[in-house]
């Protein structure tokens, strides 16, 4: 539990590093087209889901930047999603725990 929760803290630490970058430039905020679309998908998924994504892409050179496809809101539904699988894995633990023969 310790290292999921370490993993999802990990990434949600940075992609809030690549949302404050400067340069970016938010590409959800309108109706996307084509790879946009795809990617913002990807990016209501989690980081994870974004970052394999991003990276597919760019070893076929269309030029995909993290960043892009992250705001605010889309920061908050993955720490919300990261508090929730942590919350029910504590859950799950403490129902295993109570259910051990003593």
Same mark, same amino acid.
């Given at each position: 539990?310790?290292?999921?929760?370490?993993?999802?803290?990990?990434?949600?630490?940075?992609?809030?590093?690549?949302?404050?970058?400067?340069?970016?430039? &938010?590409?959800? /905020?309108?109706?996307?087209?084509?790879?946009?679309?795809? $990617?913002?998908? +990807? %990016?209501? #998924?989690?980081?994870?889901?974004?970052?394999?994504?991003?990276?597919?892409?760019?070893?076929?050179?269309?030029?995909?930047?993290?960043?892009? &496809?992250?705001? /605010?809101?889309?920061?908050?539904?993955?720490?919300?999603? $990261?508090?929730? +699988? %942590?919350? #029910?894995?504590?859950?799950?633990?403490?129902?295993?725990?109570?259910?051990?023969?003593?």
């Amino acid at each position: 539990m310790t290292a999921t929760t370490n993993r999802i803290s990990a990434a949600l630490i940075l992609a809030a590093a690549f949302t404050a970058s400067a340069n970016a430039e &938010y590409r959800c /905020a309108s109706a996307p087209i084509g790879l946009d679309k795809r $990617a913002c998908a +990807a %990016a209501e #998924q989690g980081p994870d889901v974004l970052r394999r994504f991003v990276h597919q892409w760019d070893r076929q050179m269309a030029s995909l930047r993290f960043s892009d &496809y992250v705001d /605010a809101n889309t920061e908050r539904a993955w720490e919300a999603k $990261a508090k929730l +699988a %942590a919350q #029910q894995n504590t859950e799950a633990s403490v129902k295993v725990a109570s259910n051990t023969p003593r």
